[in-house]
């Protein structure tokens, strides 16, 4: 089994890496049996593998050629790579979450894959499922915040989408942006893939809430998604769960320490991250997403 989750949002500082390297972690600690868990840090900030490894250790995998840029331009020259060549175990978060890291030179993959032979769309999706043969069942990606070529490439990869949200103003219009952009992507990725390959919207996450207007704002979001289904099949899930605003997952972050371990955080915080996660588990890992149909 192979299952391929990308967190992303064409608006940034919502929180998507924070939420993406926790909920990695989080499933790699409580997922039994020897699922192994893997983040393709695909972000131009490489913010992945800072939050996990620090800066330092990203400079060294810099310098080691041993980054998803580098695995991705081995791949548009017609390789087939070995991607435990690329792996790093994150030792001190979990003995079955593993990086490929992050390298600041991402973007320029974006002319190396339009220009590479085959499909430049599914690139990213043949490295992934090439994975499954070096153990790893659940794969998350962390995209840039654009729908660029990277975006795309890790979109067709996957199963499943989560969208972090800032209810503000600007996060509603966002919304409305990201709607309408991925309803003309997916008339290009319905060329290539069939409707049950079509990655599945694994819901509308909430994230920095700190004002009242914050949450008068997101009601309308939480409506305003609820009104479509995607590929006029599978609604679109809220999440219950709204994350407040907090400076824990900056401590985290200065620890690189996931939020559910971390000491000296606040019992609130890692109430709602727990909260949050069992409904991720729900429609992502348990497929509620795409069992909820009308």
């Known amino acids: 089994m192979l299952k391929v989750i990308t967190f992303f949002n064409v608006k940034g500082g919502v929180g998507k890496t924070t939420l993406t390297v926790n909920t990695a972690a989080k499933l790699a600690h409580v997922h039994p049996g020897k699922s192994k868990v893997l983040i393709l840090d695909l972000d131009a900030q490489a913010g992945a593998t800072n939050y996990i490894f620090g800066a330092e250790q990203q400079e060294y995998y810099e310098k080691e050629e041993r980054t998803l840029y580098n695995l991705l331009l081995e791949t548009f020259s017609g390789s087939q790579p070995n991607i435990d060549d690329y792996a790093v175990k994150a030792f001190n978060w979990s003995g079955k979450l593993y990086v490929v890291p992050g390298s600041y030179s991402i973007l320029e993959a974006e002319k190396a894959a339009l220009t590479s032979t085959g499909l430049w769309l599914l690139k990213l999706r043949e490295i992934v499922h090439r994975a499954v043969d070096f153990g790893y069942n659940y794969i998350f990606i962390d995209p840039p915040a654009t729908f660029g070529v990277l975006t795309k490439m890790a979109l067709a990869a996957s199963q499943y989408f989560v969208i972090p949200v800032i209810p503000d103003q600007l996060g509603l219009g966002a919304f409305k942006l990201l709607d309408k952009g991925f309803r003309t992507f997916i008339v290009d990725l319905r060329t290539v893939l069939s409707i049950d390959e079509l990655p599945v919207c694994g819901g509308v996450v909430f994230n920095r809430l700190k004002s009242k207007t914050h949450y008068i704002i997101a009601d309308k979001i939480a ?7 995607l590929y006029g099949r599978y609604p679109i899930p809220v999440y219950k769960t ?3 605003d907090t400076v824990d997952y900056t401590k985290c972050l200065e620890k690189h320490e996931p939020i559910f371990t971390c000491k000296g955080i ?3 915080t ?10 991720f588990y729900a429609y992502v890992v348990e497929d509620g997403a795409r069992k909820v149909k009308k």
Do not use: P
Request: zero cysteines.
């Open 270 to 279: 890692k109430e709602q991250f727990e909260s949050y996660f069992k409904e």
């Open 266 to 268: 606040n019992k609130k």
């Open 223 to 229: 409506e305003e998604a609820r009104r479509h289904k």
């Open 242 to 244: 709204r994350l407040d």
